[in-house]
């Protein structure tokens, strides 16, 4: 299918969306600038955000923040769903196909507004598998029977990871109707070079994790399996990003005795000078789409070390990176081998970096985009 045609007119339907920047925003948020960029035109329905306009344009990306729910219990569900139907209704003529970039309520929603929609294609894209993926919490919601039903409803379902599309199709999503896709990075922003941070203190080697402080990071493994590593070469941990279990995991850390060997940084808008700052990258977490940081940081040359769940497998098999069970000392077994050996560190490096620039850079991941697009509106 060719990437040529007339101008695409896309519409993606997220529960959140910009400026909230976890993983499935910021990656609907890059492919539809891209997607600007190359001529096209995207729209955005998303709930509404206090403090943020109803409707605005960032970087051409055209966002309707629509969405009005009542959070008391089953009325979420309700109000949700009769929100995003009626907004996509109201925007009927301003697009051609939906594109849900996550796969609960939103992909609900657009299958049960089929009726309304007529032919109009609809792909349902889950950002994550595991206990905190949308086909785990499908089944833990009243009256998952009936919602699955309304799921498959929708055309098309985009699977970023192995694991997602075997979860999905052992829920009774036909398997000649799932397409394998991934996530993609911007390697001009995220690549190997100088950093303008670093550890103030005499060099060391620096491990570094990225992303929001949250349960489905596990970052209490990490944590765990730090003392080990600090006895072994004194290397420095850091932990770039905000979230719910920053606090606790402070005073773990302080409970530990390592917490000079652990430095949290809080929120950080732009992660890359952290990134080119490292040895290593960790991402320990419990549950994974296809993670927008561990594409950045193999995009910058970084060995990496993950859990082997979800989309890491994907992204690190056949020796580009190190694949950990959830297990504390495996995990500084890992790091310790990683962290004393420099030559296995830049050959690995090394492989994640032609993995990304041959398979995973946004222009790239975007183009097969196109051709789904295209092949569905045919």
């Known amino acids: ?59 051409g990306v055209q966002i309707h923040r629509w969405i009005n729910v009542v959070r008391v219990g089953p009325l979420f569900g309700l109000t949700f769903v009769a929100s995003v139907i009626r907004s996509l209704m109201r925007l009927r003529q301003e697009f051609d196909l939906i594109h849900t970039h996550q796969g609960l309520w939103e992909a609900i929603s657009t299958g049960c507004g089929r009726r309304f929609f007529g032919s109009t294609p609809t792909i349902v894209q889950p950002a994550s598998s595991g206990y905190f993926g949308e086909a785990e919490e499908l089944i833990r919601t009243k009256g998952h029977k009936f919602l699955r039903r309304l799921i498959l409803q929708n055309s098309v379902l985009v699977a970023i990871s192995a694991d997602i599309a075997g979860q999905w199709e052992s829920l009774g999503w036909p398997t000649e109707r799932v397409v394998r896709l991934a996530s993609g990075v911007d390697t001009s922003h995220f690549h190997p070079g100088p950093s303008l941070i670093g550890d103030k203190r005499p060099k060391r080697l620096q491990v570094v994790f990225t992303g929001r402080i949250h349960a489905q990071k596990n970052l209490d493994l990490l944590i765990d399996a730090w003392p080990s590593v600090v006895q072994s070469n004194g290397a420095l941990l850091m932990l770039v990003g905000d979230g719910p279990e920053l606090g606790r995991l402070k005073k773990r850390c302080l409970d530990l005795k390592i917490e000079e060997h652990v430095h949290f940084t809080g929120r950080v808008d732009d992660p890359a000078d952290y990134l080119r700052a490292a040895d290593v990258f960790v991402l320990p977490s419990v549950a994974e789409g296809m993670s927008n940081s561990l594409l950045e940081a193999m995009a910058t040359g970084l060995p990496c070390i993950a859990s082997d769940i979800g989309g890491n497998i994907d992204l690190l098999d056949g020796g580009v990176g190190l694949l950990v069970a959830a297990n504390s000392s495996e995990w500084s077994a890992a790091l310790i081998e990683l962290l004393n050996n420099v030559d296995i560190r830049s050959a690995m490096g090394q492989a994640s970096l032609q993995r990304v620039q041959s398979q995973y850079s946004l222009p790239h991941v975007v183009d097969r985009y196109i051709e789904l697009y295209r092949r569905l509106l045919t």
């Not at 400026?19 to 960029?37: D, F």
């Open 1 to 59: 299918m060719s990437l040529d045609g007339p101008p695409l007119r896309v519409c993606q339907v997220l529960s959140q969306y910009h400026p909230k920047a976890s993983g499935a925003e910021r990656q609907a948020l890059a492919q539809g600038v891209e997607l600007v960029r190359r001529g096209h035109i995207v729209h955005v329905v998303t709930q509404f955000m206090a403090g943020q306009p109803r409707d605005e344009v960032v970087q």
